[in-house]
C-alpha cells in the first residue's frame, strides 16, 4: 500500500466522497496506481483526511461500482486491472465534457464552427 496524497475542502461544493473517488481514480487512470495495489484502509484514510468513515465508504463503493477496485473483505479494497474498454471510456466522457467547455466558450468568442474546427485541428496536429 502508497501513500495517497489526497486533499479534500470541506468548504468545496463538491461532496467530500467525491472529491476523494476524482482523485483515486486519476491515480488509476494515470497509472500511478497500478492493478492490486490496495488501496488505504477506509479508517486509515478517513484519518488522515479528517473525514467520516462513510465518507470513505461512499468514494471505495463508488470506485467499485465503476469497476476501478475490488473490495475484499477483511482484506481491503484493490486496484483491479483496467480493460482498455474503460480507459477509452474515461478518456471519451472527459473529451466530451471538455469539447462542452470549449464549444461553450467559443461561441461566446464569437467563433464560427469552422473556425472553431480550424484551431482542433491546428491543436490535432501540432501533438
Do not use: H, W
Amino acid at each position: 500500500m502508497i501513500p495517497l496524497n489526497l486533499v479534500v475542502s470541506l468548504q468545496s461544493p463538491v461532496p467530500a466522497y467525491e472529491q476523494i473517488k476524482v482523485q483515486i481514480k486519476a491515480l488509476i487512470m494515470s497509472g500511478e496506481l497500478n492493478s492490486g495495489e490496495m488501496l488505504p484502509s477506509v479508517r486509515g484514510l478517513a484519518r488522515d483526511l479528517k473525514v467520516s468513515n462513510i465518507t470513505t465508504i461512499r468514494a471505495y463503493a463508488d470506485l467499485e461500482n465503476e469497476g476501478l477496485v475490488t473490495a475484499v473483505q477483511g482484506r481491503g479494497c484493490f486496484v483491479n486491472a483496467l480493460p482498455n474498454e474503460i480507459i477509452r471510456k474515461q478518456y471519451l466522457a472527459e473529451i466530451d465534457a471538455n469539447l462542452a467547455n470549449v464549444s461553450a466558450k467559443g461561441k461566446a468568442a464569437g467563433l464560427t464552427l469552422d473556425q472553431l474546427k480550424l484551431k482542433l485541428e491546428e491543436l490535432f496536429n501540432a501533438n
